[in-house]
């Protein structure tokens, strides 16, 4: 079983939308998929709760609850688990990225969230878990991702060559219990998922 801890310090940088957009994408792929929601706003839950399907899994804890959590995933038969975190919460994002094999740090390109990845990074060095930051809502026709991707270096760090961009199909879909693939299935925030999907399936050998 894979394991995916979506982790950033910061608020409002799309850690919901990566947990239950990539966790259908797996479905998709043919795999079980549990997502883990960390988060007090318990934001995951809520869109489960708006969704029609039974699928996927949606388990709402705290974060001294996960390990007990990933284990019954496991013998529930989950392939692949993505933990929600919370934001301005270290410590459990530490207990997240220890069990991980990835961590995805989905990054707005804008100054404040930039700068806020270094809390993040620090995090994931201690629990020597390799991490990748995912551009996200990131506005068209712009040299922002460029400027963003350069700023990320700096921290010796891998950014995903694909990005998500600012499209108002994840927020219909998730307002709706759907991901963007179920949404509008070929529409650009779909196809932006899947190739982000396929970048991370490739990296941890899902």
Known sequence: MKIIA?????GGTGKTTLAVHLGVAAENAGLTTAIIDLDPQAS?????????KE????????????????????????DIVFIDTAPHSEAAGLVAAR??????????????????????????RLASVPAVVVLNAVPARTTLADEARTAIATY????????????????HALTAG?????????????????????????????
């Not at 760090?157 to 199909?169: D, F, K, M, S, V």
């Not at 299935?185 to 999907?197: C, R, S």
């Open 6 to 10: 979506i982790l950033s310090g910061k």
């Open 44 to 52: 995951a839950l809520t869109w489960r709760d708006n969704r029609e």
């Open 55 to 78: 699928t996927p899994a949606v388990v709402s804890a705290q974060a001294s609850r996960l390990p007990q959590l990933v284990d019954a995933a496991k013998q529930n038969g989950a």
């Open 99 to 124: 069990i991980s094999e990835l961590v995805v740090i989905p990054c707005r390109p804008a100054i404040l969230d930039l700068r806020a990845i270094g809390a993040t990074v620090d995090i994931t």
């Open 156 to 171: 010796q760090l891998e950014t995903a060559p694909c990005q998500l961009g600012q499209r108002i199909a994840f927020v």
């Open 178 to 206: 759907l991901t963007a693939q179920e949404y509008e299935p070929n529409g650009k925030a779909a196809k932006e998922i899947t190739t982000l999907y396929q970048y991370i399936a490739k990296k941890i050998g899902a």
